[in-house]
């Protein structure tokens, strides 16, 4: 494990229905295999601590790695917001990278060159284009989430990172046709995903 990265937790946000999907998308299954468990694996190598929010029991039950934290969302009814808070109050790091459940391409290579971005720069939080939920963040910005969900109903991220301190990562070329991104909101997007 790189020294870099011995200073992020992994943080899976896998909670809450999803309108368009009909269900929680941690239950998503590709070839058979539940995604989360797949995504797991990846950041396996990358990550010493990682960290799944959502406490539902049913999860935790289909989760193969017995080494995860799962913690359920501190503050209730917060959406990714409130993912994000219980991540860096959870994190026994000092930075949280932050990953939505439904992105099943993520690639091991952004997320090194994220990280190795991050380290150079004095910000709080790092995203390729605005990709929020496939981020860095500083825990350091707990306090600073925690006052914004008390005083504002927005909890579009947007809103929240509009008082903070954060960069967009711009791919390089060869990364830019990388699918890395791609998540699945639909039963559509699952099969144009297992389509590409």
Request: proline share 5%; charged share 30%; glycine share 2%.
């Given at each position: 494990m790189n020294s870099m990265q011995k200073n992020y937790s992994a943080v899976i946000l896998a909670g809450g229905?999803?309108?368009r999907m009909g269900f929680n998308k941690a239950f998503?299954?590709?070839n058979n295999k539940y995604l989360i468990n797949s995504i797991i694996k990846k950041l396996n190598?990358?990550?010493?601590?990682?960290?799944?929010?959502n406490?539902?029991?049913?999860?935790?039950?289909?989760?193969?790695?017995k080494n995860i934290i799962i913690k359920d969302d501190i503050i209730k009814n917060k959406g990714p917001l409130g993912g994000i808070y219980t991540a860096l109050k959870t994190s026994n790091y000092k930075n949280s990278f932050v990953f939505a459940c439904d992105m099943p391409a993520?690639?091991?290579?952004?997320i090194k060159l994220m990280i190795d971005k991050f380290e150079k720069r004095k910000i709080d939080s790092l995203?390729?284009?605005f990709h929020p939920l496939?981020?860095?963040y500083s825990n350091s910005l707990a306090k600073n989430l925690?006052?914004?969900l008390q005083q504002n109903k927005n909890l579009k991220i947007k809103g929240f990172l509009d008082t903070i301190n954060y960069e967009y990562f711009k791919l390089p070329e060869e990364l830019k046709t990388n699918k890395s991104f791609y998540n699945i909101n639909s039963e559509e997007d699952l099969r144009r995903f297992i389509n590409l």
């Open positions: 229905e999803s309108r998503l299954k590709i190598p990358l990550f010493k601590e990682i960290i799944v929010i406490g539902d029991e049913k999860l935790k039950k289909i989760i193969e790695n993520i690639n091991t290579k952004i995203m390729p284009d496939h981020a860095i925690i006052t914004y």
